[in-house]
């Protein structure tokens, strides 16, 4: 149509990776869940050591987003994740400790739990700089935000 072909495309994708945040299931929800069950079970929890991605906390992603949108900056691929990487086990160790559950650790290869589709062993994207020139904060300081709703959303539905 001429008016779409005469207009300036505003097309825009935004790439993440390892999303965490409030509702269900995200990674630290399954990986506490899990290693309750491994503690109750005097077993060690056991997690994935080969697989490598960048933790992504959903409300830094939405920021990012509103700050593309009100810059004016959408067009591109524009890779919106937290800072540094980790192994699907350096998460998940840094989540049960910090949840305070005590349970030893077993880091496993990817291929332990075989998946209907064949995952990225190094997920890790390099972060698209913002308009305003600030990065996303580190993922553990994301995490550390995050830990403490999510802690009280689980006692809490363990109340009920």
Known sequence: DAAYRGSKALLGIVRTSW??????P????????????AHAAGEPLRLVGDEFGVPT????????????LAEGAIPGVHHIVNGLFASRSQ???YAVTRAGIEV???????????????????????PTPLP????LRPWPDAMADYMPGLLRARLSASRS
Do not use: C, H, Q
Request: charged share 25%; no cysteine; aromatic share 12%.
């Open 104 to 126: 030893p650790f077993e880091e496993v290869p990817a291929a332990t739990w075989p998946r209907p589709s064949a995952v990225p062993r190094w997920g890790v994207l390099e």
């Open 132 to 135: 305003s020139g600030e990065a």
């Open 91 to 93: 998460w998940g160790m």
């Open 26 to 37: 995200d990674f630290p929800n399954k990986v506490l869940d899990a290693a309750e069950r």
């Open 57 to 68: 906390y959903v409300a830094d992603v939405a920021e990012a987003i509103v700050e593309l």
């Open 19 to 24: 999303l965490f945040g409030p509702g269900k």
